[in-house]
């Protein structure tokens, strides 16, 4: 495996795609970090990249050599412009090296949008801690799949005027 620093951070594109579905499918195979229960076909989500594109919304891909390795976006709310909904994964020999904060980091640099939204299980601590390090608070709990959900945002950080 490739160190965290040497792995790239890019804007995913179509040639993403097959790699991004497959890094989904083993993401959502564990059962543990995403609310999805079944990964989506390859034909959505190269849709869902589209629209993401189609919106100027942020996807990156976290690239060791060429095989994706992890990924971050922001997708829009669905009652608010100004609200970006974070998704995020890394594939498990990825996961506690600082890769997904460099993910994050990235596509909070890229974001357009005013505040972040995101729900991450109760029992994902480290992914909470990393969420916080990162300016995210919580704002309550709610039930997803019969565990505890997490919700936390984060807003953008405006200049102090003078």
């Known amino acids: 495996m ?28 564990e ?12 034909v ?7 629209m993401l594109a189609r ?8 690239l060791d ?9 922001l997708r829009p709310h669905a009652s608010d ?4 909904v974070l998704g995020m994964g890394l594939l498990p020999d990825y996961r506690g090296k600082g890769l997904g904060r460099k993910l994050l980091d990235e596509l909070i640099v890229r974001s357009r949008f005013e ?3 995101l729900g991450v299980f109760a029992d994902n ?16 709990v709610e039930t997803s799949n019969g565990r505890d959900l997490v919700l936390m945002s984060r807003v953008r950080a405006r200049p102090m005027s003078t």
């Not at 490739?2 to 195979?29: C, S, Y």
């Not at 959505?44 to 589209?50: D, E, G, L, M, P």
């Not at 050599?65 to 976006?73: I, M, P, Q």
């Not at 412009?81 to 970006?84: E, P, S, V």
């Open 2 to 29: 490739t160190a965290v620093n040497e792995i790239q951070v890019v804007p995913a594109t179509e040639a993403h795609i097959n790699g991004l579905h497959r890094a989904l499918r083993t993401v959502v195979a």
């Open 31 to 42: 059962g543990r970090y995403l609310a999805l229960t079944q990964a989506p076909s390859l």
């Open 44 to 50: 959505a989500t190269a849709a869902f990249n589209a």
């Open 55 to 62: 919106h100027g919304c942020p996807q990156l891909v976290a």
């Open 65 to 73: 050599g060429k095989r994706v390795v992890g990924w971050a976006d």
């Open 81 to 84: 412009t100004a609200i970006g």
């Open 115 to 117: 505040r972040i939204e």
């Open 125 to 140: 601590t480290v992914a909470i801690s990393l969420y916080e390090k990162a300016g995210f608070v919580r704002g309550g």
